[in-house]
């Protein structure tokens, strides 16, 4: 679990943004009106990518097949 921590902490440094507002806007990402890439099932690397506006999250299932998050990010064009 350390190990996690400190990739959110290190993410969050390098992005200049406070690790609990990361966390919760990943939390708070809503799938509905995103797009999924793969529509269905997974990318050859078991992961999905979900992009919204300027937005994307993406995930990977678990042991049990719901869909945890790897990483959460804003594209600043």
Do not use: W
């Not at 996690?4 to 200049?16: C, F, P, Q, S, T």
């Not at 690790?19 to 099932?41: D, E, M, Q, S």
């Not at 992009?51 to 064009?77: A, C, F, S």
């Amino acid at each position: 679990m350390q190990l996690h921590i400190k990739l959110v902490l290190d993410h969050a440094n390098r992005k200049g943004i406070d690790p609990l507002k990361y966390l919760c806007k990943a939390h708070n990402f809503n799938k509905k009106g995103a797009i999924r890439v793969p529509k269905t099932g997974y990318r050859g690397d078991s992961s999905a990518v979900y992009r919204k506006g300027n937005e994307y999250l993406i995930v990977r299932p678990d042991q049990y097949g719901t869909e945890k998050i790897v990483t959460y990010g804003v594209n600043d064009d």
